[in-house]
């Protein structure tokens, strides 16, 4: 019976922010969308694509079955090839009492901020998630190029770690 890996490094931080406030503020940075992550993810999906359609092709599969099954293979494939894709909003704005993450504001409730990356079983790339405490759930900012570095420079004051 196989196992499922997974692996998630937890990393706590005491923001240096005001809190509670009622706006945005003046905006201090921009982190983009990290379009050779999102390429790389499509490309891994692609050559898994390729070798499952070998596969299939040598067993014989694909040339015995109908119409209806092999088109609704390729759905599958376009899916899962495609699915990435869905990244290419993600970018963040950092403000001086929140940030903003695909054009939704955050504010901070609380000077505290977890960021958390996730690898192992089932998991293409690491995924990592940004979770501010009283948030309702994390973002995931695996898309977005540099955003814990930046959000570690803008926000955290010299030494203020704790590893979870």
Not at 18 to 28: K, W
Not at 83 to 91: A, Q
Request: hydrophobic share 40%; aromatic share 10%.
């Amino acid at each position: 019976m196989a196992r499922y890996h997974r692996k998630t490094e937890t990393t706590t931080y005491d923001l240096t922010v005001p809190i509670g406030a009622a706006s945005l503020g003046r905006r201090l940075g921009e982190a983009g969308t990290n379009w050779s992550r999102i390429g790389l993810d499509v490309l891994i999906r692609a050559a898994l694509v390729v070798f499952a359609t070998v596969l299939l092709w040598r067993k014989g599969e694909l040339a015995s079955s109908t119409p209806f099954v092999l088109g609704a293979v390729i759905c599958i494939y376009a899916l899962l090839i495609l699915f990435p894709l869905r990244h290419c909003r993600d970018h963040m704005e950092f403000h001086e009492n929140g940030i903003v993450y695909r054009g939704k504001p955050y504010l901070f409730q609380t000077p505290r901020a977890q960021w958390s990356r996730v690898s192992g079983t089932g998991h293409f790339l690491s995924v990592t998630y940004l979770y501010l405490d009283g948030m309702e759930k994390q973002l995931n900012v695996s898309c977005v190029r540099d955003a814990q570095e930046i959000f570690t420079r803008l926000y955290i004051s010299g030494g203020e770690r704790r590893g979870a």
